[in-house]
DNA sequence: TATTAACCTAGTATGTCAATAGGTATTTAT
DNA sequence: ATAAATACCTATTGACATACTAGGTTAATA
């Protein structure tokens, strides 16, 4: 499942994209229209400005706005780094995990190929193809 | 991220089809092969059973056995019954679940796709094709 | 200087996960 | 009959994550 923090992210930044004019927007305006807590929304909108997916601005005037185009962000990663992995188990989510049944293990190249496609899947989606 | 409930159902699942003699197979030996804690395995083993997924008999002599061949197994299947739902939203996993931003939501279309998608990649995969 | 906004630290209720513990009922072999 | 092996049942637990809430400080602008 994906969690609350992926997908209001995501929200947020189709909020972002739609009400662009050039300048700042406030989180209180964003949290008004995709009607979630703003302050629970002020969390996720710091690590989204920490990872420099968006920029913020303080003071009056101040808020949120992209960086880039809206077709040069996908998906999939504003999702992975929210949710931390899209991996479907931890012996694929954590490269340095150790599990020694790994040379065994009958599941591990379903994990595998499953999660090659939810990897194309959300990558392979762009910002832009969510809006209108 | 699938749980240890599904993983361990689908590697059960796999212990009983690979050492098929046409007895029951006793939870002790599965536990052992598998490397898991038998008493946990009990907890998921019973839902099997519930769902007639396997066969269980007791007493000395008893154990569990597969009760349709291996090909007549989806992995979809298996997965969704001890996961409660394949579907990565609330919306899409619960029928009669209330979401009155349902028809201006942006991103269900995204996550319609993408169960669409799981879906038909864990129930087009058998058991037996995880076998050898 | 007042206002508006981001930014920061902390706390909290609820639930799920991954087990563990200790029993009872059932069947078969001796 | 009895012993052994097995499934089956109920309850509990520690750790962790999720989805928030609360109350402040800093920064920028009109």
Redesign the interface.
């Known amino acids: 499942?994906?969690s609350t923090r992926g997908?209001y992210a995501?929200?947020v930044m189709?909020d972002l994209a739609e009400n662009d004019n050039g300048s700042f927007i406030p989180l209180k305006d964003i949290a008004a229209r995709q009607?979630i807590s703003k302050k629970y929304l002020e969390i996720i909108v710091k690590d989204m400005v920490n990872a420099n997916l968006i920029v913020g601005a303080s003071g009056k005037g101040g808020g949120y706005k992209l960086c880039r185009k809206p077709n040069k962000y996908s998906?999939g990663e504003i999702l992975e780094l929210m949710e931390g992995t899209l991996?479907?188990?931890?012996c694929l989510?954590d490269k340095n995990h150790a599990c020694d049944?790994k040379e065994k293990c009958?599941?591990l190249?379903?994990?595998e190929e499953?999660d090659t496609?939810?990897h194309d899947?959300?990558y392979g989606?762009k910002l832009t193809?969510?809006?209108k």
């Open positions: 499942m994906i997908r995501l929200r189709i009607e998906v991996s479907p188990v931890a989510a049944r009958q599941t190249p379903l994990w499953f496609m939810v899947f959300f989606k193809d969510l809006i």
